[in-house]
């Protein structure tokens, strides 16, 4: 099928950076784009009117965990002040007695809600580091019926985080090793990676920095490598993890990484945003931003989850003056990676305390071309000729915009993925006025409803002091009703 988008604003790609076209066009061929201009005579099948909206290429999203954010809620855990934002620690560390796997159709529901949802604010391309345990080829036909582009194996680690009787956190290794781990990861991806079409890609993710000791780190590399595929794994992402690093190690946590091999182009760092000499831990900068950049590897950046536990990256502009790669990822919800652009640009001003510092510019190439390199896809993030037909068409003509001087500061400033009109991958409508061509929205919305309160309701059986959810985090203001 061919698809002409006609007359909107379109972000081209001039063979070395984004472009803007005014009353452009964009031409689709089955997968591919076949044209980016001015010229709207080419027949197509069908022809899409983007006037007065932008046509973005398809945003990437380095960090969409597929479940429910049902623990997101309680991520600031107001009982407890040693979690030391290691944000996971309020959900993902349970009394080890009390470890349950989640019933399958709720892991199923999980994953197609978090992965539609990121598809359905504008990223045609997702990195999933990792949700619920559940059936793996399930995982596959979710990723057929939502029709986004899924970057994913299940992630694997040779340590688990428990709480104990008291309310402490612990590492306790495993008897494994977190092997088995490792093989199923790798069995994925020889079975599934290139399934539907190409938009399932495999990539290894070994879970954090701090859970994967050394040797299971150095085969993931050589994994990696056997596979042709890119490594993910959580780093920098709270002060608990680089204490504890610190601490085994003797070294912060980019130089432990680098030292066991795991950076190079095709790595993706989730968060990276604690450092030595960051302002909330008493120790000194290294060589760390030299090693990133040096080694190219990619820091996926959620400036939104950082800012949610009181921290933040210090600071995206002075990352990328160091010559560190950036790509923006969400990992907590709303998994809407337009407004995590402007996230990324308001936090790094204000950590700068530069009101011209973190451009529009810059965070638009970190949600595209930045990603696209950490994946090492050259035919994702841009329009361009024999790139993959993976569009964005976003409306710009609300109240909420105004009169628009510059599109891309707009969109930066004001836009968020609630703005998002029509997404197409591969070139197919995926969706349409806001809605899934797929899937039936309210009912998937309805379904997670449900799943959430059933988990909300039974929290107390899991919780290490057996809380409920509204004495963990109390209601905003007193219900009736």
């Known amino acids: 099928m061919s698809i002409r988008i006609d007359s909107g604003v379109v972000v081209g790609w001039s063979g070395t950076s984004h472009e803007i076209v005014l009353n452009g066009s964009v031409f689709l061929e089955g997968d591919t784009i076949k044209s980016v201009g001015t010229d709207k005579s080419q027949p197509a099948d069908r022809v899409i009117d983007a006037s007065g909206k932008i046509v973005c290429p398809g945003f990437i999203n380095l960090h969409v965990h597929s479940q429910l954010n049902i623990g997101d809620y309680l991520l600031t855990d107001v009982t407890k002040k040693d979690y030391l934002a290691a944000n996971w620690f309020v959900f993902g560390a349970p009394l080890k007695e009390k470890v349950e796997p989640p019933a399958p159709p709720a892991v199923a529901m999980g994953r197609r809600y978090a992965l ?35 970057f994913f194996s299940p992630p694997f680690r040779s340590h688990d985080i428990f709480t104990d009787a008291e309310g402490r956190h612990y590492y306790e290794e495993r008897s494994d090793k ?23 890609q ?27 595929v890119p490594v993910h794994i959580h780093a920098g992402g709270n002060f608990r993890e680089f204490l504890e690093i610190l601490n085994k190690y003797r070294k912060p946590v980019a130089e432990y990484l680098a030292d066991v091999g795991i950076l190079g182009p095709r790595t993706t760092l989730g968060h990276m ?75 790094s001003r204000l950590v700068d305390r530069n009101a011209s510092g973190a451009r529009a510019a810059a965070v638009f190439n970190a949600a595209t071309i930045g990603g696209a390199t950490a994946l090492g896809r050259s035919d994702l993030g841009r329009l361009a000729v024999g790139a993959k037909a993976d569009v964005v068409i976003i409306n710009l003509r609300t109240t909420r915009y105004g009169p628009v001087r510059d599109p891309i500061n707009a969109l930066v400033e004001y836009g968020s993925g609630a703005d ?7 070139g197919e409508v995926v969706v349409e006025n806001g809605s899934s061509t797929r899937i039936n929205d309210d009912e998937l919305l309805a379904q997670a409803e449900a799943g959430a309160k059933r988990a909300w309701d039974s929290w107390s059986a899991r919780d290490w002091n057996g809380r409920s959810v509204e004495q963990i985090i109390p209601p905003a203001f007193p219900t009736r009703g």
């Open 116 to 150: 539609y949802s990121a598809l359905r604010n504008g990223a045609t391309t997702v990195l999933d580091p990792g949700g619920g345990p559940g059936a793996l080829d399930d995982y596959v036909a979710i990723v057929g019926q939502t029709g986004g582009r899924v």
């Open 178 to 200: 977190g092997r088995p781990g490792l093989k199923a990861a790798v069995d994925f991806i020889k079975t599934f990676h290139g399934a539907h079409n190409g938009r399932l």
């Open 202 to 228: 495999g990539i290894l993710n070994p879970a954090q920095a701090e859970t994967c000791e050394p040797s299971l780190l150095k085969e993931s590399v050589a994994a990696a490598k056997e596979l042709d």
């Open 273 to 347: 945003a604690i450092t030595g000499g960051h302002s909330r831990v008493d120790y000194p900068l290294g060589d760390e931003l030299k090693i990133l950049a040096e080694t190219g590897a990619t820091v996926g950046h959620c400036p939104h989850k950082c800012a949610k536990m009181a921290f933040a990256m210090e600071s995206f502009d002075r990352y990328l003056e160091a010559g560190v790669r950036i790509g923006l990822g969400t990992d907590t919800y709303p998994l809407d990676i337009v407004s995590e652009m402007r996230y990324a640009s308001l936090i």
């Open 420 to 426: 998002v009109e029509t997404v197409i991958v591969d």
